[in-house]
């Protein structure tokens, strides 16, 4: 079956996995061929594709070298890229989206350090870049500092205090610049990327109906985890639930964009670990075409 050969994949199939996400992500390039098509279109059409794969394999990276998931597999870029069908023109959000990835590497690196100060900084320091650049509600994203140190074990003082520095740091430069007329600020400067909910009606009961037995997956066997790929999880659980805030606050569809790292990773535990082998590859491929196909139909 499917997720058999995407675990511990054999060159080729990585070689094929290159090209058909590629081609998916390059469709809609297709536009430019269009009669009324302008030139500006194509930066605004390849940059989203390279910084949504950029993105599926950074996290993807991040997620082995972190023993999230032991297992060597290609599902969780392959379910990442699925979950970014919708998104075809390029946003700032998706900038920001690989920022938070970044910083997730970040909170990641907490794990048994006493003082992971460096880390600390660096991700409230990105987080709070975010939130001024992009988007005020990001700033929730902070939420997760504290949280993750004391989910690994490692909270004192001046842990704190140094997360609070990294978060003021960004405050005051931009404060600054804009004190002396320089506006970093693109919040109200989005262009909405997400299509019709209604259009999409098949494959978001595709994505719900494996969401499902993904978190009853998750909820029976994360004890049988290791400590730390058990406390990562707690972490990407926490990133779930700040991203679906963030969307309820901001009324915003492009937000969902930050639900997709966290859900891929969830998703993708399922695919791996069920011990319903029939099950979990019939949702995946059924997954896929329906991107592919969707990808396809609304160009």
Same mark, same amino acid.
């Given at each position: 079956?499917?997720?058999?050969?995407?675990?511990?994949?054999?060159?080729?199939?990585?070689?094929?996995?290159?090209?058909?996400?590629?081609?998916?992500?390059?469709?809609?390039?297709?536009?430019?061929?269009?009669?009324?098509?302008?030139?500006?279109?194509?930066?605004?059409?390849?940059?989203?594709?390279?910084?949504?794969?950029?993105?599926?394999?950074?996290?993807?990276?991040?997620?082995?070298?972190?023993?999230?998931?032991?297992?060597?597999?290609?599902?969780?870029?392959?379910?990442?890229?699925?979950?970014?069908?919708?998104?075809?023109?390029?946003?700032?959000?998706?900038?920001?989206?690989?920022?938070?990835?970044?910083?997730?590497?970040?909170?990641?690196?907490?794990?048994?350090?006493?003082?992971?100060?460096?880390?600390?900084?660096?991700?409230?320091?990105?987080?709070?870049?975010?939130?001024?650049?992009?988007?005020?509600?990001?700033?929730?994203?902070?939420?997760?500092?504290?949280?993750?140190?004391?989910?690994?074990?490692?909270?004192?003082?001046?842990?704190?205090?140094?997360?609070?520095?990294?978060?003021?740091?960004?405050?005051?430069?931009?404060?600054?610049?804009?004190?002396?007329?320089?506006?970093?600020?693109?919040?109200?400067?989005?262009?909405?990327?997400?299509?019709?909910?209604?259009?999409?009606?098949?494959?978001?009961? *595709?994505? !719900?109906?494996?969401? /499902?037995? =993904? %978190?009853?997956?998750?909820? #029976?066997?994360? +004890?049988?985890? &290791?400590?730390?790929?058990?406390?990562?999880?707690? *972490?990407? !659980?926490?990133?779930? /639930?700040? =991203? %679906?805030?963030?969307?309820? #606050?901001?009324? +915003?569809?492009? &937000?969902?964009?930050?639900?997709?790292?966290?859900?891929?990773?969830?998703?993708?535990? /399922?695919?791996?670990?069920?011990?319903?082998? #029939?099950?979990?590859?019939?949702?995946?491929?059924?997954?896929?075409?329906?991107?592919?196909?969707?990808?396809?139909?609304?160009?």
């Amino acid at each position: 079956m499917i997720i058999e050969r995407l675990i511990n994949s054999k060159p080729q199939t990585i070689i094929f996995f290159l090209i058909v996400s590629i081609v998916y992500l390059l469709l809609p390039l297709s536009k430019l061929f269009e009669p009324d098509s302008e030139s500006f279109e194509f930066i605004n059409l390849i940059l989203p594709s390279l910084l949504l794969f950029f993105s599926s394999l950074y996290l993807t990276n991040v997620i082995f070298e972190k023993s999230v998931i032991k297992k060597n597999n290609i599902v969780v870029p392959i379910v990442f890229l699925s979950l970014c069908m919708p998104f075809i023109d390029f946003n700032y959000l998706m900038v920001g989206n690989l920022i938070l990835i970044i910083s997730l590497n970040e909170i990641f690196n907490f794990y048994q350090k006493t003082n992971p100060f460096s880390n600390l900084f660096n991700c409230s320091f990105a987080i709070s870049f975010c939130m001024l650049v992009f988007n005020y509600y990001l700033g929730l994203f902070y939420f997760l500092v504290p949280l993750s140190l004391y989910v690994f074990g490692n909270s004192s003082w001046r842990s704190y205090m140094v997360s609070i520095i990294g978060l003021l740091c960004p405050i005051i430069i931009f404060y600054f610049l804009k004190h002396n007329g320089v506006s970093l600020n693109n919040e109200n400067n989005q262009i909405s990327i997400f299509l019709n909910i209604y259009k999409l009606k098949y494959w978001i009961i *595709i994505l !719900l109906i494996i969401s /499902f037995f =993904s %978190i009853v997956e998750l909820f #029976f066997w994360i +004890d049988k985890k &290791s400590s730390k790929s058990r406390r990562c999880f707690y *972490i990407i !659980l926490l990133y779930f /639930f700040i =991203s %679906i805030s963030i969307f309820l #606050f901001s009324v +915003d569809n492009d &937000s969902l964009i930050f639900l997709i790292a966290p859900a891929s990773i969830i998703l993708s535990n /399922f695919f791996i670990y069920s011990s319903y082998r #029939f099950i979990a590859n019939f949702l995946l491929i059924t997954l896929i075409l329906n991107s592919l196909y969707n990808r396809f139909l609304i160009i």
